[in-house]
């Protein structure tokens, strides 16, 4: 999820520009409270960390991704574009968890060039929450204010926390668990079912045909518990399309 700004072909979900903070470039700029999260709305699915699977599995559904680097999504909608928890005033619905690659934005670290293997704290500069002159103060001179310091750390945790998932993934996909999601929905007054697909999820017949000394290595290493995680959440995906079918009917 680090990347590199500026020149970069593609940037992460929801940014649109990336820039590094600098108290030459940014000497009077500071954070405004987060007003609204309407920049979530065209999106069904949110990227999530292992770190959050204990949470994240008692709100939404958690899938993986397609291609050959495939990552933990939490669908927060079944449809394309589609966000069932954020109402016309932009607001999160109560009560239900908000991902950290969320709360995150506009801030992320990033890779000034290819070739650094350094990470810079950067932001999108062209969301409003960051303006000269107003919010928090990021710079005190050229020092970074606790506003700041604050920023960088959980950045730093949320990569840390990138870094297990990945480790996360690759084991999956070692032990060749994940196979190709489809969920169908039998519903009352549906001509036909609702058939979802798009997504992998892991295959529970592989998992229970598992070798023992590869399952002892799941358990003992703590990953079972975020697989079982994934496998229980999927049950909430009946719920996320009563919410598609109340949002349609508005």
């Keep these: 999820m680090a990347s590199t700004?500026?020149?970069?072909?593609?940037?992460?979900?929801?940014?649109?520009?990336?820039?590094?903070?600098?108290?030459?470039?940014?000497?009077?700029?500071?954070?405004?409270?987060?007003?609204?999260?309407?920049?979530?709305?065209?999106?069904?699915?949110?990227?999530?960390?292992?770190?959050?699977?204990?949470l994240v599995q008692r709100h939404y559904p958690i899938v993986f991704g397609l291609g050959d680097n495939p990552a933990p999504l939490a669908l927060i909608g079944l449809n394309e574009g589609q966000n069932l928890y954020l109402g016309a005033d932009d607001q999160w619905e109560k009560g239900q968890y908000i991902p950290a690659f969320i709360r995150r934005y506009p801030f992320m670290l990033a890779r000034l060039t290819a070739e650094s293997d350094d990470l810079s704290l950067c932001f999108d500069d062209t969301d409003p929450q960051i303006a000269a002159g107003e919010g928090e103060a990021l710079f005190n001179g050229t020092d970074p204010t606790d506003t700041t310091k604050n920023v960088l750390a959980f950045c730093e945790q949320f990569e840390q926390a990138v870094f297990r998932t990945r480790s996360f993934m690759e084991e999956l996909t070692k032990l060749d668990l994940l196979m190709d999601g489809e969920v169908t929905i039998q519903r009352e007054g549906l001509t036909e079912p609702a058939v979802y697909r798009g997504f992998r999820m892991v295959s529970e017949e592989k998992l229970q045909n598992l070798r023992g000394d590869q399952a002892r290595k799941l358990v003992q290493s703590g990953l079972l518990g975020l697989v079982y995680a994934h496998l229980f959440s999927l049950s909430l995906i009946s719920g996320l399309f009563e919410k598609q079918i109340a949002a349609t009917n508005a």
């Excluded at 309407?38 to 960390?49: C, K, L, Q, S």
Aim: glycine fraction near 2%; aromatic fraction near 8%; charged fraction near 15%.
């Design 5 to 54: 700004p500026a020149n970069a072909q593609t940037l992460p979900l929801f940014y649109k520009s990336l820039a590094p903070l600098s108290s030459q470039l940014h000497p009077t700029h500071g954070l405004k409270p987060r007003e609204n999260l309407a920049f979530t709305r065209n999106t069904h699915a949110v990227p999530v960390t292992v770190d959050e699977f204990a």
